[in-house]
């Protein structure tokens, strides 16, 4: 991209694993290993090739946290290619910020894109979701962060990595309420001191940075909410507004039924609180017992999924052997022993998991109530 528009062509690769795809992930983007097999390119001819497209631009991505560090970075490390591009600053972050509290409901690509009414693309593929974040970025979340005086790149990167939590309270009895409210709520207040004494770090932070916001007398962000709007429909047409116009203001008014519907609504938080610590305090139990089953169980699983595993190989060698020859069946028996390795890795990588799983001491429980 140049600034807020997209510039030049798209780099669009498969890449060709050679590994099997879960049937739940082609359901989700219709890849399976024959389409790979037919259309993809080796990993390392498409990262040479996108280290040739990206030089040393900056990447965006809608969550890079997960897309840079946890999947891209690692792979490239697997493979011994050199860290492609620099970090830029993730737009899923930029979003939620500029947009709090979010109108939508949620932060996800496909809920905005259906709430501004930006272009259909491919959802759930690579280049129709980087389409869709440009089309984001562009007409929603430009005008807005230009307000804010965001004009420069500088400016934009520094925003989004800044430390920042939701006005919207995300968990306990007063989920859902924003957080300012506390400025003329007691009880909300004490229990945001309660939160920042927490001995959870991360909650300690988030409660700290609340109360720092609150003694802020000036809050932009939590006082002014401005939406992007899309172009004014007039009947069947759609009446074209000049970009100044594209901000819509909240209008405020009285309503009698105010003050009892907010003690439903209060009372409705407290009884939903009530069940997410019942419920956090049951799956901790329930974790806790399946982590002894597995422990307990591992060998006769892992066996009985190895005998599954030479079973359907040796069918597939047969096979292959029959309709291509020896040097077919050899690939077949160098897929069993990759199947091999993987089912293995799983199974450790499960029983790591399984080993950070405990059931919820008294003192932890005591915790979720308040």
């Known amino acids: 991209m140049f600034g807020w528009q997209l510039a030049g062509a798209a780099f669009r690769k498969l890449v060709n694993q050679n590994e099997d795809i879960p049937a739940e992930a082609s359901r989700l983007h219709g890849y399976t290993r024959e389409i790979l097999e037919r259309d993809?390119?080796?990993?390392?001819?498409?990262?040479r090739e996108f280290a040739e497209y990206a030089g040393n631009l900056p990447l965006v991505s809608f969550n890079l946290e997960y897309d840079?560090?946890?999947v891209l970075k690692p792979e490239w490390k697997r493979l011994g290619i050199p860290p492609i591009g620099t970090a830029g600053f993730c737009a899923l972050r930029l979003a939620q910020r500029l947009l709090d509290p979010v109108p939508a409901g949620n932060c996800k690509l496909q809920t905005l894109r259906q709430y501004y009414r930006l272009p259909e693309r491919g959802a759930h593929t690579a280049l129709g979701d980087v389409q869709t974040v440009a089309d984001l970025l562009a007409q929603v979340l430009r005008p807005i962060a230009e307000h804010r005086g965001l004009d420069l790149w500088e400016k934009l990167a520094a925003y989004a990595g800044e430390e920042w939590y939701p006005?919207?309270?995300?968990?306990?009895?007063?989920?859902?309420?924003?957080?300012?409210?506390?400025?003329?709520?007691?009880?909300?207040?004490?229990?945001l001191d309660w939160l920042a004494g927490s001995n959870n770090v991360r909650n300690a932070k988030l409660g700290r940075w609340y109360l720092r916001r609150l003694e802020t007398k000036a809050d932009p962000e939590a006082d002014t909410t401005v939406f992007a709007a899309s172009p004014i429909?007039?009947?069947d047409k759609r009446a074209e507004v000049p970009r100044a116009a594209a901000f819509v203001a909240l209008v405020i008014y009285?309503?009698?039924?105010?003050?009892?519907?907010r003690q439903f609504v209060a009372s409705a938080r407290a009884r939903l609180a009530e069940l997410e610590v019942d419920y956090t305090k049951e799956k901790s139990r329930v974790d806790a017992m399946q982590a002894v089953l597995f422990r307990r169980l591992r060998e006769h699983y892992q066996k009985r999924d190895r005998l599954r595993l030479v079973v359907d190989y040796r069918k597939k060698y047969l096979d292959s052997l029959v309709r291509g020859g020896e040097e077919q069946a050899k690939k077949t028996e160098e897929h069993y022993e990759g199947a091999r390795a993987q089912t293995d890795k799983d199974y450790e990588e499960t029983a790591a998991t399984v080993a950070k799983k405990k059931q919820l001491t008294a003192e932890e429980e005591n915790d979720l109530a308040r």
């Open 233 to 235: 429909e007039r009947g």
């Open 40 to 47: 993809g390119e080796p990993p390392h001819q498409v990262y």
């Open 68 to 70: 840079l560090d946890e």
């Open 254 to 261: 009285s309503n009698p039924e105010l003050e009892q519907l």
């Open 167 to 191: 006005s919207r309270l995300a968990f306990g009895k007063h989920k859902g309420r924003l957080f300012h409210e506390a400025r003329k709520d007691a009880e909300l207040r004490r229990w």
